[in-house]
């Protein structure tokens, strides 16, 4: 299966600055990355759905311009948290390949404290 | 639409006992259903999958799962839990296409907590 890597693991920020996670699919070419959002003791929520090579599709009540993606090449997706504020504390995960009827394959995360 | 319901947010078991973890579904046609491990501030892994083949779905770990499609359910067991078990369980469900590509809706989770 595919090998996704995720980085950095951990950020600390502070409030205003902007952070940028990378989701990079190591030995599969992604023309779809998907990005979720995990708050504390709460499930996975999907946050946008990155194309490569064109715009990413947000998800109801996402911010397109404060999450902002970048899926410039098969093997690499960016998610940048412009103007970060405490609220957007969170844990992030991307994961890749999931065609119908076969699995996602989920990077490790990046825990963003925003302070 | 396509929705999953995980029965219990927390379930607690002693090492060496039984493991039931459940999930209801709902899906408007054939679902794909998968369960997923998280071990804390880690990734996702994948347990098992459902994909309309065997009802008795067998995962690593030792874990399996059936799907009942008279009750809409994925139960997932395990017959003799293991301490490094306890974490976050994710039920999850296909929630259709997203640009041809399987759009996933994740369950509240259930903790797993295994005492000695």
């Known amino acids: 299966g595919a090998v996704v890597s995720q980085h950095p693991s951990r950020v600390i920020c502070k409030s205003g600055t902007s952070v940028k996670i990378e989701c990079r699919s190591l030995d599969f070419q992604a023309t779809t990355m998907f990005w979720y959002r995990q708050f504390p003791k709460q499930s996975l929520m999907l946050m946008a759905t990155?194309?490569?090579?064109?715009?990413?599709?947000?998800e109801q009540g996402v911010e397109k311009d404060k999450f902002l993606i970048n899926h410039a090449s098969l093997t690499l997706s960016t998610l940048t948290v412009t103007s970060a504020h405490p609220e957007d504390s969170s844990f992030y995960i991307c994961?890749?390949?999931?065609?119908?009827?076969?699995?996602?394959?989920f990077g490790q995360g990046t825990r963003l404290t925003v302070v | 639409a396509q929705s999953v319901t995980q029965l219990d947010s927390h379930v607690s078991v002693s090492e060496g006992t039984p493991v039931l973890l459940r999930c209801n579904y709902s899906s408007s046609y054939s679902p794909s259903l998968f369960w997923y491990v998280q071990h804390p501030n880690k990734g996702l892994q994948l347990l098992l999958k459902y994909t309309s083949a065997a009802t008795l779905v067998k995962g690593i770990n030792g874990f399996e799962a059936e799907f009942k499609k008279s009750e809409t359910s994925f139960h997932l067991t395990k017959p003799s839990a293991h301490m490094s078990d306890a974490a976050e369980y994710f039920c999850v469900v296909s929630g259709g296409l997203s640009g041809g590509y399987n759009k996933l809706i994740f369950g509240a989770g259930t903790r797993l907590a295994v005492h000695p």
């Open positions: 990155s194309n490569e090579g064109s715009k990413a599709t947000y």
């Open positions: 994961s890749v390949d999931g065609r119908l009827n076969t699995e996602a394959f």
